[in-house]
């Protein structure tokens, strides 16, 4: 009985030390760009029926970007492509998942249920979350809702991340995300973005970016298979030839091991590799204070609406909340079902924003209570307008309405939109003008919402629509900035295009108070000034801002013009030649739509970025 019991612990030993020594196997798929009518729904197709057909796999993760302009349908089509594996997988999100979404990033979560996944597997622990920019174009950021995720993990279980970008400089809060990272036993990290398989390193954590599924002129469709021991790891190549046998193609190994943090990082918490604008410029320029300063715990990726002392604001994780602009202070908060991107307007007690759960809602400005809501039949992404009674808004619903200010119930409705709302509208007694994701910009009759005109951008590309830029209005002129890099001037009662000035912009555009001049800023580090009799050059100035594509509006108040950057930086020009005034670091992300004001012999501006910072800046 005992050499029973003795042969039996020995074959259960056996079993656990061949258990610890077998191997994760999983499949790394990124970058699919789905599309309808593309090639991107074959090669994906075909790297599915080729996982379908191996047995030594344990999952799938997919890398991000899984579809091309993140729309419902193309996220419906995907995850019915994905949910033909014979295996569990797992998804985070791409930047082309969110940037260009039309439910504002809903429908992926409600889809595949999560925003960031844990699991664990044969001695591992696999972790992933999605990376923005949401919504607004801007550099990489791993949102606040997901860095409170990582600090929540526990530490100590030797662990792989995958993400859609790579965590160096591509992402503006790598430092902070690779410390979470080596905090919680990371020894490994996989990304895609690139559409190349690549070796990095992050500051002593070892990385790879995997290919593209799609096939391009060098190489067919395709995808990456891992392999990982309980010490090492290693990746190879699925290629998979139309028209012969798949082949293999090894080409990296490693060795993992828990990995420290060795990085220097400032008085600041910034990591010496911080390769852009410091804190320590504010002491350069000490006459702008901040009076107060705060971080949401939720990313912000919109305006304020203010009245007097009160002032109101959005996150993307669904909260409305209201200060007081004197202390910061807040005085209420609402949370909703869906995140928010919409900046509020507001209007006596009527507090109007649109929210991706596809509703419009009016609270009561002192207490936050709902006055009333109206269902759009998708979500609302875009910003309302509150002019004459109604309340002027868009939506990802092709249409766009005008509302009743006090009741909610429609005054018109105009059905005809193609594409998504994403901007806040030029509204006046004779014309609402808006830009959507079809490369549209629609001028409606305020009064009944018929159609005045349509402007089409020449560029073919829906990526170069107009559709996040603020349009403006002076001397008979609509001004919009385009991401084909041009400002044009549009005839305001004909629709018809004046101008066009070339390399001078991108989505930002502003107004100055008088009127006379319309500021845009290009992508890489120009100011310019046009005037608004004949679109032509006033002037134009090095910003020293480097690479930038905010699509933020540009300000103006007193002699300044306030440049919003987005890498949480604000700098002020002198409206009269370009000249550098000050400059100001807040946080750093994106800087959102400021609310701007003279107090008390005082310039005021209230400022949030996209990172959940919040600041009243005075000078």
């Known amino acids: 009985m005992r050499l029973r019991r003795l042969f039996f612990l020995f074959l259960t030993l056996c079993s656990a030390v061949s258990y610890a020594e077998e191997p994760v196997r999983f499949a790394f798929i990124t970058d ?34 899984i579809t091309d302009f993140g729309s419902d349908e193309e996220i419906a089509a995907v995850k019915t492509i994905f949910d033909s594996l014979r295996i569990r997988y797992y998804v985070v999100a791409g930047n082309h998942d969110a940037k260009w ?33 949401d919504m607004r174009m801007a550099p990489a950021l791993i949102p606040q809702e997901s860095m409170e995720w990582l600090r929540s993990l526990e530490g100590g279980k030797k662990s792989i991340f995958f993400n859609h970008y790579p965590q160096d400089t591509s992402v503006l809060n790598y430092f902070d995300v690779t410390k979470e990272l080596k905090r919680i036993g990371i020894q490994f990290e996989i990304g895609g973005h690139w559409h190349q398989n690549r070796v990095l390193n992050y500051d002593g954590l070892p990385a790879v970016l995997g290919r593209s599924s799609m096939a391009d002129a060098r190489k067919p469709a395709g995808y990456n298979i891992f392999t990982v021991w309980p010490d090492r790891i290693s990746v190879r190549e699925r290629r998979l030839f139309p028209h012969s046998d798949v082949q293999f193609e090894p080409w990296y190994e490693t060795a ?11 008085a600041d918490g910034i990591a010496a590799s911080y390769p852009w604008m410091r804190y320590d410029v504010n002491e350069k320029y000490p006459e702008v204070r901040e009076q107060w300063k705060f971080r949401d715990n939720s990313n912000i990726v919109a305006g ?104 909610g119930r429609p005054v018109w409705s105009f059905d005809g939109v193609e594409g998504f709302v994403e901007c806040r509208p030029y509204v006046d007694a004779e014309q609402v003008v808006f830009g959507t994701w079809a490369n549209r910009l629609y001028s409606l009759d305020p009064k009944d919402g018929t159609l005045q005109w349509v402007w089409k951008c020449a560029k073919p590309s829906r990526m170069y629509s107009p559709a996040a830029v603020w349009p403006v209005k002076a001397d008979g002129k609509i001004f919009i900035a385009v991401p084909d890099r041009s400002m044009y001037a549009i005839d305001a009662v004909s629709g018809k ?57 540009l300000s103006e108040i007193g002699n300044a013009v306030l440049y919003p950057s987005d890498k949480g930086n604000l700098l002020a020009f002198s409206r009269e030649d370009g000249s550098l005034l000050w400059a100001h670091k807040i946080a750093l992300a994106l800087v959102n739509p400021l609310e701007v004001w003279d107090e008390g012999g005082r310039h005021h501006v209230l400022a949030s970025t996209m990172d959940g910072v919040i600041t009243h800046l005075v000078f």
């Open 497 to 553: 295009q004046i101008v066009e000035q070339p390399r001078t912009a991108r989505e930002a555009i502003g107004l100055s108070r008088d009127g006379k001049t319309v500021y845009t800023k290009s992508m890489w580090h120009k100011l310019f000034a046009f005037s608004t009799a004949d679109a032509s050059l006033k002037w134009s100035a090095e910003t020293f801002a480097g690479y930038e594509i905010a699509p933020t509006p």
């Open 304 to 407: 304020f609406a203010r009245d007097g002392n009160r002032a109101y604001y959005t996150t993307a994780s669904g909260w409305v909340r209201a200060i007081d602009v004197q202390t910061g202070k807040r005085l209420w908060t609402r949370e909703f079902p869906g995140k928010i991107f919409s900046t509020p307007a507001i209007s006596g007690k009527y507090l109007v924003f649109g929210c991706t759960d596809g509703y419009v809602y009016a609270l009561h400005a002192r207490s936050g209570k709902t006055l009333w809501s109206f269902a759009a039949r998708k979500s609302v992404l875009a910003s309302p307008v509150i002019f004459d009674g109604k309340v002027f808004a868009g939506s990802s619903d092709g249409s766009f309405r005008a509302l009743d200010l006090k009741t």
């Open 256 to 266: 993992l091991k828990p990995v420290a943090d060795t990085v220097t990082y400032d």
């Open 32 to 65: 699919n760009h789905f599309s309808f009518g593309s090639h991107s729904v074959g090669d994906l197709s075909r790297c599915i029926a080729d996982i379908n057909r191996q047995d030594s796999l344990d999952f799938v993760v997919f890398g991000g970007d």
């Open 101 to 133: 979404s039309e439910s504002g990033c809903n429908t992926f979560k409600k889809v595949f249920g999560y925003e960031h996944f844990e699991f664990e597997e044969k001695g591992w622990r696999f972790l992933g979350c999605n990376c923005g920019p």
